[in-house]
């Protein structure tokens, strides 16, 4: 099985700021990863999947990069309603793997 | 647009058995994979099940396989989720999901499954 680290656990930030959030694999994945966004109460939401197309809707604030083992999602300036948790998750092997979330929060 | 709502989650005691279904809506379902994701109460996601847009290929986490079974039917455009012998670690959020390439998207809003004498 390939495990997610994410970090940080939790990032605090203010409206405005960047944010810059890692996914760590155990082993290459190459580029199938994907960014998922969770608000309290409502169902995740796919933002970025190949590691960097963004998912349909989704606003160009979110970016993502990365490949092999170690990727990144980039918030280029929050905004309220992106205070959230973040989740990476894999496809390149079974079982699919999530991360643990990084939760971004206001400072 | 694209709907997916879940029910059949409740209470259920350790050992017990539950259905969850999945109503879907505004996509041709018989031709799309579906997914169970769980999220237990406080915690990260987990990957419970895949089917294939046929029903004919299967695919479970280690920590359901032999008591959790994915189904579908596609006349009646619903997706399904038999769960056998819950244990208290089962007790989670349960969602399905739309596939995309082994991608979530979109996801039902989730029904509640709580396991506890």
């Known amino acids: 099985e390939i495990v997610l680290t994410q970090s940080p656990a939790t990032l605090s930030l203010s409206l405005g700021e960047g944010a810059t959030l890692s996914c760590r694999t155990s082993?290459?994945?190459?580029?199938?990863l994907a960014w998922y966004q969770q608000k309290p109460g409502q169902a995740p939401r796919l933002l970025i999947y190949d590691a960097s197309n963004r998912a349909t809707g989704i606003p160009a604030r979110f970016s993502g990069s990365g490949s092999g083992t170690d990727f990144t999602l980039t918030i280029s300036s929050l905004e309220p309603e992106d205070f959230a948790v973040y989740y990476c998750?894999?496809?390149?092997?079974?079982?699919?793997?999530f991360g643990g979330g990084t939760k971004v929060e206001i400072k | 647009q694209v709907q997916l709502v879940e029910s059949g989650g409740g209470v259920v005691q350790p050992g017990g058995s539950l259905r969850l279904s999945c109503a879907a809506s505004?996509?041709?379902?018989?031709?799309?994979?579906m997914n169970w994701v769980r999220q237990a109460p406080g915690k990260g996601l987990e990957w419970v099940a895949f089917?294939?847009?046929?029903?004919?290929?299967?695919y479970y986490a280690d920590s359901v396989k032999g008591r959790f079974t994915i189904s579908r039917d596609n006349p009646k455009n619903t997706l399904y989720l038999q769960l056998n012998g819950l244990r208290p670690e089962d007790t989670a959020v349960y969602y399905c999901?739309?596939?995309?390439?082994?991608?979530?998207?979109?996801w039902g809003q989730g029904t509640l499954v709580t396991v506890s004498s």
């Open positions: 089917i294939r847009y046929d029903g004919d290929k299967t």
């Open positions: 998750q894999q496809r390149s092997n079974w079982p699919l793997t």
């Open positions: 082993q290459s994945v190459s580029s199938y």
């Open positions: 999901a739309k596939d995309k390439f082994n991608w979530f998207d979109p």
């Open positions: 505004g996509f041709t379902f018989s031709n799309s994979a």
